[in-house]
């Protein structure tokens, strides 16, 4: 949130310095939040939280955005939005903000070696709680798996199969095909899947959907060429 912080001016930025002053005691719970209850929790309000809180506002979702700049969240609560500051890290803030009662908790900050320690301790603290993290790539979602969050993306491999896609579907690919091979390479990671050998006894192990995607993309590509060829002998 470094470049976010930097439009915390004028108003924005004597707020900052106010709610600086004031945290550096305390993270006394505010009197708007006391018993909410139904809402999720967005940790971080760089790019990414903002698109979280823009889609849950749209649906009506109530929401608690918490940030550890002071002039992003200035500049959120100059702009009547219910953005606080504080350290998802700490037991006291979360607590503040009805992490007990919540619906999820989202973490949308950059991830760095606190981000897994710290899920650990939300998640250990609040159970019940449904955690969904933001990755840098897939084995930091796996790590995140394996902590037992709700949901885990990894923003580089996500990005670049919706761009994929994107491409498949301007190239004329079927979009049922395109969403086929996204979706097995969401499951299997980078790069298809081979085909499992046969098991035991004779029994055949299903073939993988990505690979029959790409092997009927390739036959159609190869009919065409012959097509292609034909026409310029005929």
Do not use: N
Request: proline letters at 5%; glycine letters at 12%.
């Amino acid at each position: 949130t470094g470049a976010d912080g930097a439009r915390g001016i004028g108003r924005a930025g004597r707020l900052a310095r106010r709610i600086d002053q004031r945290q550096s005691h305390s993270q006394s719970v505010p009197q708007e939040l006391l018993g909410i209850s139904d809402h999720v929790i967005v940790c971080g309000y760089g790019r990414f939280g903002r698109t979280i809180c823009k889609l849950l506002d749209g649906a009506g979702v109530r929401y608690v955005a918490v940030d550890l700049d002071a002039s992003v969240v200035a500049q959120a609560r100059a702009d009547g939005k219910p953005v606080y500051h504080g350290d998802m890290r700490r037991q006291a803030l979360l607590h503040g903000v009805g992490a007990e009662r919540a619906r999820a908790l989202v973490v949308t900050m950059d991830a760095d070696d606190h981000i897994a320690p710290a899920v650990q301790s939300i998640h250990w603290h609040f159970p019940d709680l449904d955690i969904f993290v933001r990755c840098l790539d897939a084995s930091q979602a796996a790590l995140m798996d394996q902590l037992g969050v709700k949901g885990a993306v990894p923003e580089i491999e996500e990005a670049s199969l919706q761009l994929g896609q994107s491409v498949l579907d301007h190239c004329g690919v079927p979009h049922q095909e395109s969403l086929a091979l996204t979706a097995g390479l969401r499951r299997g990671g980078i790069g298809p899947r081979p085909v499992a050998p046969v098991g035991q006894g004779g029994t055949s192990v299903p073939e993988d959907p990505v690979v029959a995607a790409s092997e009927e993309l390739d036959r159609r590509a190869a009919e065409s060429e012959m097509a292609e060829e034909e026409d310029l002998t005929d």
